[in-house]
Structures are given as C-alpha cells and as structure tokens.
C-alpha cells in the first residue's frame, strides 16, 4: 500500500450564536497575519522529537531531519513506503542517519557535515564512494538519497526481499546481515513521518454535528456545533497562524464574564476561543472551551496542533466546540461560509 505525503492547505472560521462579536480589552489577545499558509507541512518539533524516538536511544533532532528527507524523497518517486523504510534502515547502520565527511576525502571536511567517518573514502548518510557520483552530491540528503532509490530499483523484486537482502544488494557491505537489525525502528519512524497531517483534519475527530449553520430556527448561528463530550482535545484543523486568543463572555449591560466557568444561553459571547489564519485567507474559530487555550497569538500550528479543550463557556447550554470557517483573516457576519461544505470540500467529513 503506497502512502503519498499529503498536500498543505486550509482555513476556516465564522462567529457562533451571535453576529457581532465584542471583545473586551484585558481578556483578548489578538493579532493579524500577514502571509500566512507556507510550510504546512512541515514537522512541528513535537515530530521532530517523535520520529527521534522511533529512530531509537541516542537520536536527535539533525537524524529526525534526515530521515524526513530520506523518507520523502522515497515518496515524491511514488514509490511504497518500503523504499523509504529500507533507505532509513539503511542509513541508520552506515552513518547513525549523519551525513559523515570523510579526512581520507578532503573536500568533504569543506561541505556541511554532521561528523566524520574513516571506512575508506566513504561519505554521507549512505557511506558511498566516489564512484556512486560527484562528492557534492554524496555530502546531500536528498541527492544520496535518489542515488541509493536508483540503485534500489534496478534490484529485481527489492519490493519482496527481505529489507537486509535488499540493502545489501545496494550497498555490498562486508556485512551483509547488519541492516536488518534496523528494520523495526526505521519503519516506525516512517509511520511517524507518514502520520504527520499535511492537509485538513477534524477538529475533534469522531463527534458529528449537532446544531447547523444559519438554520431557520438559528438564523445567526456562523457555525456548526460539534458534539464533543467535556475535556476532548481541540485541534487545529489546517496550518497557519494563530491570529486571537480571547475570552468573551458578558451578560446584557455588557459587564465581562469569567470563561473559566460554565455558561448559559443567557451569556453572550464565545467563550473561550481561538482564531486560526490560514492560507488562501481562510480563518477557523474555535468556541467555548472550558479552560484558557492552549496556544497564544502568533504561534504557528500544524493540522492537528492541540488548541485547547471543549467546554460550555460563553452563551451555551452544554459542552461542545462551535466551529466557524471564514474567507477573511478579518471575520464577520459576512465572511461566514458554511462549515460543512469547507471541510468537504478539503476532504474531511464533520
């Protein structure tokens, strides 16, 4: 089974039960985002620290980076994820995942490196010689890379060998067996890699609507609600920047409201929520939480980043998340869309 890496994109949001939002200094932190939506799907440092631990003891945040590479590389040929598991495995036995120089080849000590070697005038992730290709492209990730993949596919059957048998056949190491003992730590780090959501994803995953958009009976309501049980983890549905962090809870002569505790239909406001901007000029709102959030104005999430939790702050009768999508960084009344059909429209079933 082949596990392409996603494409990035996003955005969302729109207000909940009330067209115009007041926010009341001292509670809110807001900002706008300017250019915001490039790299999504880079790895957050949280899976930079996850894919070092399925490496194994004594791996850090430069291997994590190299396995990336290796493993998408593996991906952008449209090749099975075994490719990228067999390169991974293969690189951890004959540099640690470094890309090593070499004294015994001088120029390499000139180009970036991550440590030295001394098997004969072996160099970078693979521990390839001069006749693998130019010393530039060796010292590469990603060139070395595609030189070890070239060589993987012109193995008869690589696809059904045993990971060591076909390794080998790439490498001719002295000893054959060495790769195999990798397997089980390269392929759950090419799970984490695989697993790292580049495009969106359900906030809440697994609870559906229960309140929709501008309904007859709700005609104001910018969003859906979702129902969420208390304390669910929130998450972000796309990558972007997070534009507001506020507390908004008032009663009718507009005097604010804790959101630390739960609300009630006679509460105006969102409660505790998070704006996220995104690219293309989307915007999510997320509403209600039980707790201040998670994140603060101008972190930067991925699909999937932990914004907070649900609650029943602000104008609710119970627990869920009120979620909105908008087509501006500046949301309105006007810029609502229907949230149903924005995520349908990137894939994902609310």
Known sequence: MRRL?????????????????????????RHSAIGTGGGACDPSPEDFDAIAAALGD??????????????????GRDLPERAGVIAIATAMQESAVRVLANPAVPGSL????????????????????????????????????TLFLDALEDVAGWEDL??????????????????????????????????IACGWVHPVAGFGVN?????????RHNGVDLAAPRGTEILAAAAGEVVTVVCNAHNGVGRQLSCDVDGSPEIAGCGWYVEV?????LLTRYCHMGTRPAVSVGDQVQPGTLLGY????????????????HTSHHADFDTAIEPVAAFEAKGVQL
């Open 211 to 219: 309140s929709g958009w501008r309904t007859s009976e709700r005609p």
């Open 110 to 145: 000139d180009l970036p490196h991550d440590g030295q070697g001394q098997d004969h005038d072996s160099v970078g992730l693979f521990q390839q010689r001069p006749h693998w290709g130019d010393l530039a492209d060796l010292m590469d990730p990603a060139t070395s890379t």
């Open 58 to 75: 004594g791996y850090g945040r430069t291997q994590a980076e190299h396995a990336v590479t290796i493993y998408r590389t593996a991906a």
């Open 277 to 281: 901007a995104h690219a293309e000029g």
């Open 310 to 325: 649900v609650g029943s702050s602000g104008r609710s009768s119970g627990p869920h998340l009120h979620l909105e999508v």
């Open 5 to 29: 890496l996603l494409l990035a994109l996003l955005g969302l949001c729109v207000f909940g039960a009330w067209a115009v939002l007041t926010v009341v200094s001292g509670t809110s932190d």
């Open 162 to 195: 045993p990971l060591a048998v076909a390794a080998q056949r790439v490498q001719v190491s002295a000893f054959p067996d060495a790769y195999a003992k990798h397997e089980p730590n390269a392929l759950a780090a090419a799970d984490r890699i695989a697993a």
